[in-house]
T-cell receptor, first 113, second 113 residues
Framework: GENVEQHPSTLSVQEGDSAVIKCTYS??????FPWYKQELGKRPQLIID?????GEKKDQRIAVTLNKTAKHFSLHITETQPEDSAVYFC????????????FGAGTRLFVKA | DVKVTQSSRYLVKRTGEKVFLECVQD?????MFWYRQDPGLGLRLIYF???????EKGDIPEGYSVSREKKERFSLILESASTNQTSMYLC????????????FGSGTQLSVL
């Protein structure tokens, strides 16, 4: 079945540095790739998403890139701030009438002040 | 704002008990999902539903069942709870169609003793 692998599992950066999280997916029919941020004790919330007909999308300090051929997509956070510290989940969504969203295992990002 | 409400934040049950986890959304979303979240494993899909009385198995449906009698309500049922079902359970809802953004509930931390 569909599988999403996410790396690294933990990432520690200095405030102001960039952070990159990478994911790969197995089902080439996946057509929607969201990223969710989960702060400690809170629910996951969508921060950015990209569709299979787009190669890159940017929203202020965060950007996502997609390589359909390689089935890779990545999250880039620039000028990191302590409030960026959270667990980040990538996901791949497959429309099967309804849609099925499969998540990666998550990356715990620590931003050191 | 979309609201996805899970009936309990914390729940403690005994092995063998039948457990009901309830989820209600107020945005008339067609799609609803149940995930369980475990450290290092991310969010794993248990069941999802894209219409009333419709259900689809996710990646880990064993030991669970679901019920969707009304559009706004999606229930997860543990027929006979076991200790390996101790976990955080997250409900989510989303629109059908191009916008596949998921809205999550606050989660239910279930402990099975």
């Amino acid at each position: 079945g569909e599988n999403v692998e996410q790396h690294p599992s933990t990432l520690s950066v200095q405030e102001g540095d960039s952070a990159v999280i990478k994911c790969t997916y197995s089902d080439s029919a996946s057509n929607y790739f969201p990223w969710y941020k989960q702060e400690l004790g809170k629910r996951p919330q969508l921060i950015i998403d990209i569709r299979s007909n787009v190669g890159e999308k940017k929203d202020q300090r965060i950007a996502v890139t997609l390589n359909k051929t390689a089935k890779h997509f990545s999250l880039h956070i620039t000028e990191t701030q302590p409030e960026d510290s959270a667990v980040y989940f990538c996901a791949a969504s497959l429309n099967t009438g309804g849609f099925k969203t499969i998540f990666g295992a998550g990356t715990r990002l620590f931003v050191k002040a | 704002d979309v609201k996805v409400t899970q009936s309990s934040r914390y729940l403690v049950k005994r092995t063998g008990e039948k457990v009901f986890l309830e989820c209600v959304q107020d945005m008339d979303h067609e799609n609803m999902f149940w995930y369980r979240q475990d450290p290092g494993l991310g969010l794993r899909l248990i069941y999802f539903s894209y219409d009333v009385k419709m259900k689809e198995k996710g990646d880990i449906p064993e030991g669970y069942s679901v019920s969707r009698e009304k559009k706004e309500r999606f229930s997860l049922i543990l027929e006979s709870a076991s200790t390996n079902q101790t976990s955080m359970y997250l409900c989510a809802s989303g629109e059908r169609g191009r916008n596949e953004k998921l809205f999550f509930g606050s989660g239910t931390q279930l402990s099975v003793l």
